[in-house]
């Protein structure tokens, strides 16, 4: 583990600085983990609440500032290679193999935006390694534990049962995980569970994407990484690091063939994925290839960021620190005016970029379903013949939200789109004296 050390400390301190300075802002989903972090509960709508309890504390240590809302994750980060090499070890693989497993999972890809974002599947995956490694060592109530930790962040941690015989007290202990999201779900109409049974049922599946799952997968660990987990299996595979992530993968790329399945699905696997290629490949020449052209294509991504729309990987993450300047540009002043917009995305990127971080409102005029802001209070509430500001991006300069805006103000005022990164366009739009009148109420989960 000593060898392993100083790599992971340089990863940290890179990463650091990229979070600090480099142009990749917020995500949409981290800028709305964020807002749950102001308004900390025992559940929201369709997450559990350890995002944002995590993002609390990242945040009343450094503030609601880009570092703050990512710290925990580049400790989480940190400590995922360690718990991979002991699983390694406890695994019964050598101190050598370990370390290239916890190496190779580090310099990934999927190691170093573990390490960067803030999202709900770093904090069960670090809670996945560590019950997997007690179930190696056949430690059944510390596992229990460590899968309630882990439901604190995503569900699909209890499929590691799935992969040993049921010991029916240490399941019931598992279920502790649930209880904040059942409270919450109890007090909100079970919303949670509506939310993902209106996903399960929805009459018109969306389009397969067997190829895009695959190369996605691919893209989390780099090719040749993942060429390397794909021909390391052999005739004897183990139950846990060997078939629980072949188990997994398989059953996902399936499920492509019919439904599209998102690429981060399966990204908590490939931790145990790593031990098992690690133990089996001999060739050290192939394993330092590995540990050397990932961060590489990593490099390459980050650099191409900038071109253009098309080639950037992180499109959805750049541009959001010019929300600010142009607010206030077009007169926005925040202890006078209110800012709202009509996705939940772009609600929560405005309640962090926006100037003094007040928090804006989701106005539904598409009718999409409802979402966490669907709980907390409405404009009605609070802005009734008061003045907002109503942004948008696009990646087009449609300009037709006059029309949809003004039943409900007084007058509507378009500014100037402004491209704040290459193919984002962001529309401004002063709307005055709100009349207290909303869209239709969605019954859509």
Same mark, same amino acid.
């Given at each position: ?8 400390? @340089? ?23 964020? !807002? ?13 609440? $350890? ?28 400590? @995922? ?20 497993? *916890?190496?190779?999972?580090? #310099? %990934? ?13 770093? *904090? ?10 007690? #179930?190696? +060592? ?11 930790? $882990? ?15 049921? &010991? ?10 649930? /209880? ?61 690091? $060997? ?7 398989? /059953?996902?790329?399936? %499920? ?25 490949? /001999? ?9 050397? !052209? ?16 098309? /080639?950037?990987?992180?499109?959805? &993450? ?38 003094? +971080? ?29 003045? *907002? ?47 207290? &009148? ?8």
């Amino acid at each position: 583990m000593k060898r392993l050390l100083p790599y992971l400390l @340089i990863k940290a301190l890179l990463i650091l600085i990229l979070i600090l300075f480099s142009p990749i802002r917020l995500s949409p989903d981290e800028a709305q983990y964020w !807002t749950w972090s102001r308004h900390l509960d025992w559940g929201y709508y369709s997450k559990p609440p $350890g995002i944002a309890w995590q993002i609390w504390l990242g945040t009343y240590l450094f503030g609601p500032t880009e570092l703050g809302v990512r710290f925990l994750s580049l400790i989480i980060g940190f400590f @995922i290679p360690l718990a991979t090499y002991r699983l390694a070890i406890k695994s019964n693989c050598t101190p050598e193999q370990s370390f290239w497993a *916890g190496l190779l999972l580090a #310099l %990934s890809p999927l190691g170093i935006l573990s390490s960067f974002f803030a999202i709900t599947d770093v *904090g069960m995956t670090l809670f996945f390694i560590l019950a997997t490694t007690a #179930l190696v +060592q056949k430690k059944i109530l510390p596992c229990a534990f460590y899968i309630a930790c $882990g439901a604190l962040f995503k569900w699909p941690i209890y499929i590691l049962w799935l992969f040993h015989p049921w &010991n029916i007290p240490a399941i019931i202990v598992s279920l502790f995980g649930l /209880t904040p999201s059942l409270i919450w779900n109890a007090q909100h109409d079970w919303a949670t569970f509506q939310h993902v049974g209106s996903t399960i049922a929805v009459t018109t599946p969306s389009p397969p994407n067997p190829l895009e799952f695959f190369f996605a997968q691919m893209a989390l660990l780099s090719p040749v990484i993942f060429c390397l987990y794909l021909f390391s299996y052999r005739k004897k595979i183990p139950p846990l690091t $060997g078939l629980v992530p072949a188990t997994i993968l398989l /059953t996902l790329l399936i %499920s492509s063939s019919f439904q599209k399945i998102q690429g981060n699905w399966a990204s908590f696997v490939y931790p145990l994925a790593l031990v098992y290629t690690a133990s089996q490949i /001999t060739n050290r020449l192939l394993l330092r290839l590995g540990a050397i !052209t990932a961060p590489l294509l990593f490099l390459i991504v980050l650099l191409l960021a900038p071109l253009s729309y098309r /080639t950037n990987a992180f499109r959805h &993450n750049m541009g959001w620190d010019n929300i600010a300047p142009q607010l206030l540009q077009a007169g926005y002043i925040p202890d006078e005016h209110f800012l709202f917009s009509d996705k939940y995305q772009m609600t929560s990127l405005l309640s962090f970029y926006g100037p003094e +971080q007040h928090q804006a409102y989701f106005f539904n005029l598409q009718g999409s379903r409802k979402n966490q802001f669907s709980y907390w209070p409405q404009m009605p509430d609070k802005e009734l013949f008061n003045t *907002g500001y109503f942004v948008r991006v696009e990646h087009t300069l449609r300009n037709n939200f006059i029309e949809e805006l003004s039943p409900y103000f007084a007058s509507v005022i378009p500014y100037p789109a402004t491209e704040i990164s290459p193919g984002m366009y962001l529309l401004i739009y002063r709307c005055t004296l709100y009349n207290g &009148n909303t869209p239709p109420v969605t019954s859509h989960y």
